[in-house]
Structure formats: C-alpha cells, structure tokens
C-alpha cells in the first residue's frame, strides 16, 4: 500500500489496495469477500478508499449506504406528498373527498421527520475530511442532483428525465420542505401518470430494499457509483477549466465529461 494510513471510522488495519483509483472512491481489493491476514480469517470487509496525495483514507461503506437510504426515503417522502396533495386538489375541485389522504399526510409529516433526523445522524458519521467537505459543499447547491451522471441514471430508470415535463428540474420549488429533493421515485406523480398505476405498499417497500441491496452487494461496482455522484464534486468537461474550489476539492484538474453547471 503507497501513502500513508488514515484510520477513519474503526477500521484498525491497513488493507491492501489495488494501485489506481486516485480522486474517486475505490473499493478494496477483495471488495467483499472474505480473507486472512497474518493468519487471521477476516469476515468480510467492504471499504472504500479515496486518495489525495500520499494519504489514503478508508471508509467502511455503511457510511456511505446510510446517508444514501435517507435521502432516498426523503425522496419518496415529498414526493409522496406531492401526490397526496394533487389528489385532494383534484377531489376538491370536483367536489368530493380525497378518501385516506388526509390521514396519509399525517403520517407522512411522521415519516419525514423521522427521515431527516436519520440522515442527520447518517451525516454525523461521515468523517471530516476532503470527502465530508465535498458532500456538503455539492449540498450548497440546491439543484445539485442535477448533474449529468445522476440525469443519465434517472432516464435509465424510465424517471422524468427521459421525458419532456422537467419536472425534476422544478421539484425543490413545489415542497416547503427543505430536504428531500432529487430524481424520481417510484411515487412520483408525474411517472404514476406516465405509466398508469399506482405502486402497491409493498412493492414501494420492496424497491427500497432493492436499493439496499445493490448498495451492500459483493460487487461493489453500484455503491462505487453512487458514492461518487453524491459524495464527490464532479469533474469538468474537456476545455473548461475547473473553479479553484473544485480544483482543491478534487485535488487536481483531470478531465472528466460531466460538468455540473451552478443555477
Ligand atoms: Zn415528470
Ligand atoms: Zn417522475
Ligand atoms: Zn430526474
């Protein structure tokens, strides 16, 4: 292993690493697997690391999944909400009750506090360093999910971004609420409408295991993925030269597609 160990977040040894990765979070080798060390059986263990100069800085993925599930059960929240309200508008327009609606709204009021003090916490974990700085300077942005790997990921899932309507573009104008903003779920209105049915409770319940698992799977390849886009600034198109805040961030000016362009 090149550089220095950082310990981050009680992980008490260094793990041998594959050389590459740099400016973005790698897995470990082994990602996953079992293995021994100096004759010592290793359950499993799944870190990432990130590199900047001759540090390297290992995170255990947890820190990395619990934060990702918050924000996509605020996510389903609003836009839960979202939908509810447009119900009773609908009903009180044409004069009848929303049946349940109301009484979902309570429970979502709930839901989202809940939510929110567990991406809090979720947040608190994160140790501070060049990724914790990265996460909450993306954040000083309210449209920050709107760069292109997470636009690209949206349209893959059928989600608005393939369409016309822009209605990710808009979702953070039409909530009070302060979080929760970002691509659809599978509760968004606009792609209820698009595909004709309302997800039942326990197929909503389901995709967000789903979710889960795919963050926790052996294969590291999506939670590497998700890390990146949420966690780290992104790079900058060939030709542009990245802002010296970027450029600190990352730590260097490799070219990469993908601008993430400032409102
Ligand atoms: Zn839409
Ligand atoms: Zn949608
Ligand atoms: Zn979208």
Not at 84 to 103: M, P, Q, T
């Amino acid at each position: 292993m090149r550089g220095a160990w950082v310990k981050i977040s009680g992980i008490s040894s260094p793990i041998a690493c594959s050389k590459g990765g740099g400016l973005r979070l790698s897995p470990n080798r082994n990602y996953g697997q079992p293995y021994t060390k100096d004759g010592q059986h290793i359950p499993r263990v799944c870190v990432l690391y990130y590199r900047r100069g001759p540090n390297e800085i290992y995170y255990e993925i947890e820190v990395f999944v619990d934060i990702l599930l918050a924000e996509y059960c605020l996510r389903e929240i609003v836009q839960r909400e979202q939908l509810l309200e447009s119900k009773i508008v609908l009903a009180e327009r044409n004069g009848y009750k929303a049946a349940g609606c109301h009484d979902e709204l309570i429970q979502l009021l709930r839901q989202y506090s809940k939510a929110e003090y567990d991406l809090y916490i979720a947040e608190s974990r994160l140790p501070v360093g060049p990724v914790h700085k990265s996460y909450h300077t993306l954040r000083q942005n309210p449209v920050w999910f709107l760069r292109s790997e997470l636009v690209e990921d949206c349209k893959a899932r059928g989600g608005c971004c393939g369409r016309s309507c822009g209605c990710c573009q808009t979702r953070h104008e039409r909530t009070t609420r302060p979080k929760g903003f970002g691509h659809c779920t599978p509760s968004c209105e606009c792609c209820i409408s698009e595909r004709g049915f309302e997800y039942s409770p326990e197929e909503l319940k389901s995709f967000a295991e789903n979710f889960k698992n795919q963050l926790l799977d052996d294969n590291p390849a999506y939670i590497v993925q998700m890390a990146d886009v949420f966690f780290l600034l992104p790079l900058v198109t060939e030709g542009e030269k990245p802002s010296r805040q970027i450029e600190e961030q990352r730590g260097d000016v490799t070219r990469r597609k993908g601008i993430f362009k400032r409102r």
